[in-house]
C-alpha cells in the first residue's frame, strides 16, 4: 500500500479535545477503508502567515498513513465538508521517518541553544548624541506631481 503524509490545520477557536476528536474521526475513516495510521503528532496552536478564513492561527496536525488511494480520497473529501478544517495537505512518500518531524525537534532543541553570553540590554546603549546638521548633503533638487509628471516647482 502508498505511504502519505497528511498534514491539515483546523480553526483557532476549537479546543484541543476537539482537535483530538477531530484527528480520531480521520483515522477512523482511513481505517474503515483499510488502511493504517503509522503515527500522529500534534503540533500545536501555532499563527499563520496570512489571515485564512478569517483566523490568525491554526492547530496543527500530521498523520503518517498507510493506506490505499481510495481511503486517503474520502478522508480529504470528509475534510472539506468540515467546517472546522481550514487546510490539509497529502504527500505520498517512499518511506515514513522514524524520528519525530521537523517541527517537533524544533520545539524541543530550542532549550539546548547556548547563552548568548554578556549582552547588554537595549536600554543600555550608550547616547548617540545628536546628529548635528549633516551638511554634507545636497538639496534634493525639483519635487514632481504624480498626476501630470510636472515639477512642483514650476521649472520642469
Known amino acids: 500500500m502508498p505511504l502519505y503524509e497528511h498534514v491539515f490545520m483546523?480553526?483557532?477557536?476549537i479546543s484541543n479535545a476537539q482537535?483530538?476528536?477531530?484527528t480520531e474521526?480521520?483515522?477512523?475513516?482511513?481505517?474503515?477503508n483499510g488502511g493504517k495510521i503509522g503515527r500522529t503528532e500534534y503540533w500545536g496552536l501555532k499563527p499563520l502567515t496570512y489571515r485564512i478564513r478569517k483566523n490568525r492561527k491554526a492547530h496543527y496536525a500530521l498523520m503518517n498513513i498507510e493506506a490505499p488511494a481510495a481511503a486517503v480520497a474520502e478522508m480529504e473529501r470528509q475534510m472539506g465538508l468540515n467546517e472546522d478544517v481550514i487546510r490539509f495537505m497529502t504527500i505520498r512518500v517512499e518511506e515514513h521517518e522514524e524520528e519525530p518531524s521537523v517541527q517537533m525537534r524544533a520545539s524541543r532543541d530550542r532549550g539546548d541553544r547556548p547563552d548568548r553570553g554578556d549582552r547588554p540590554d537595549r536600554?543600555?546603549?550608550p547616547?548617540?548624541?545628536d546628529r548635528g546638521d549633516r551638511g554634507d548633503r545636497g538639496?534634493?533638487?525639483?519635487?514632481?506631481?504624480?498626476d501630470d509628471n510636472t515639477s512642483d516647482e514650476g521649472d520642469a
Open 19 to 22: 482537535m483530538d476528536t477531530l
Open 25 to 32: 474521526q480521520f483515522k477512523s475513516i482511513i481505517t474503515d
Open 139 to 146: 538639496p534634493r533638487g525639483p519635487r514632481f506631481s504624480r
Open 127 to 129: 547616547d548617540r548624541g
Open 10 to 13: 483546523a480553526r483557532q477557536d
Open 123 to 125: 536600554g543600555d546603549r
